[in-house]
């Protein structure tokens, strides 16, 4: 009999109060895989800063940490407004001194054909995911450069690898983010700043959830499990290690490229998905 799959890795793999006194900031963090992130950061002594539109959406997730022990604090902003971004990294630095780890999580995405994709829906995309990683990640380099050092991550993902319709703007927007990388981890680590990216797979997060609804019956009932069973037949079918990730399992890697045992890798791209880029084969457009 086959083994079963194991779920996202147990939290105490890392040392308790492994990040006390250090800041996170966590671009996306009110919801999904970011706030994931702030879930296994702040389960290890991290205060995290949750930075998104809108002002609602982080207030609660923050709220929700701190009632469960965590420290947490939400901040507003667009991404895509370079002098918004630089207000909001002077304005943690007042009140917390530092900034430790950049998580450059905020994206937008949605499926169109790229025939009819419009300039707003094209620059929209482009302008958080690429945009929006670049004017956080140059914010920040002062104030981690004054302190000594840090960490960013950025989120990516692995559909460009090999081309995956209907996304041509997230597709190369994240492609960019590759890049970026890559040529941020060479030319700051001088400054002792790190900069990483992970490629998650495919996490259930409330988009992705939609995506696999399937249309209601003939009738009009929608069938309340037929997304668990679309999900679960996706899971067998297409990702070696055969289930689905979990937030906690981004958040377990950016917890390591976070700590002292990463402190020698900067400019790597961790895929993070059960095995799915390298078996799969994309659907047609
Ligand atoms: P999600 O729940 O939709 O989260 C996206 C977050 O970005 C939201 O909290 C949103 O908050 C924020 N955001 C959007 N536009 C913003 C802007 N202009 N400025 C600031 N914040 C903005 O998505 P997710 O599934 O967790 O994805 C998180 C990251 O993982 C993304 O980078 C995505 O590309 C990547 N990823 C996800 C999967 C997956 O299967 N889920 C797979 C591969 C890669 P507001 O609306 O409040 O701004």
């Given at each position: ?9 147990p ?5 308790p109060g ?10 996306g963090?009110?919801s999904?895989i970011?706030?994931g992130?702030?879930d296994?950061?702040t389960?290890?002594g991290a205060h995290?800063v ?7 959406r ?8 701190r009632a ?5 604090s939400?901040v ?8 918004r971004?630089q ?6 630095r ?6 430790d780890?950049l998580?450059?999580?905020?994206a ?11 300039a707003?829906?094209?620059k929209?995309?482009?302008e958080?995911?690429?945009?929006g990683t670049?004017?956080?990640s140059q ?5 981690m450069?004054?302190?000594g050092?840090?960490?960013?991550v950025n989120?990516?993902m ?5 081309g995956?319709?209907l996304?041509a703007?997230?597709?190369?927007a ?6 970026l990388?890559?040529t941020l981890?060479?030319?700051?680590a001088?400054?002792r700043?790190?900069v990483?990216?992970i490629?998650?797979?495919?996490i ?12 209601p019956?003939a009738e ?11 999900m679960a037949?996706?899971a067998?079918?297409?990702?070696p290690?055969?289930?689905w ?7 377990n890697?950016v ?9 020698w890798?900067t400019?790597a791209?961790?895929?993070v998905d059960g095995?799915?880029?390298?078996a799969?084969?994309a659907?047609?457009?």
């Open positions: 009999m086959t083994a079963p799959i194991p779920p996202a890795a939290l105490d793999v890392f040392r492994l990040f006390d006194g250090q800041v996170a900031l966590i671009t963090g009110g999904g970011g706030r992130i702030a296994t950061l389960a290890l995290v949750l930075a998104s539109r809108k002002q609602e982080v207030d609660a997730a923050a709220a929700e940490i469960a022990g965590g420290r947490a939400a507003a902003v667009d991404v895509r407004e370079a002098e971004v207000q909001v990294v002077a304005q943690v007042e009140a917390h001194g530092r900034i780890l998580v450059n999580n905020a937008g995405n949605f499926y169109a054909p790229s025939e009819t994709l419009t707003n829906a094209w929209s995309v482009v958080i995911d690429l945009y670049f004017f956080c914010a920040v380099l002062p104030v450069r004054g302190q050092g840090g960490s960013i989120i990516s692995t559909l460009h690898y090999r995956w319709p996304m703007h997230a597709t190369a994240k492609a960019g983010i590759d890049a990388t890559r981890a060479v030319e700051w001088r400054d700043v790190r990483n990216a490629a998650p797979g495919p259930p997060t409330e988009g992705v959830r939609k995506a696999f609804t399937p249309p019956t009009g009932v929608p069938d309340v499990f037929a997304v668990d069973r679309a037949s996706y067998k079918k297409a990702i290690l055969q289930r990730g979990a937030p906690a399992d981004i958040g890697m917890a390591f490229l976070m700590s002292p045992a990463a402190s890798i400019g791209i961790l895929v095995g799915e880029w390298l799969k084969t659907p047609s457009a």
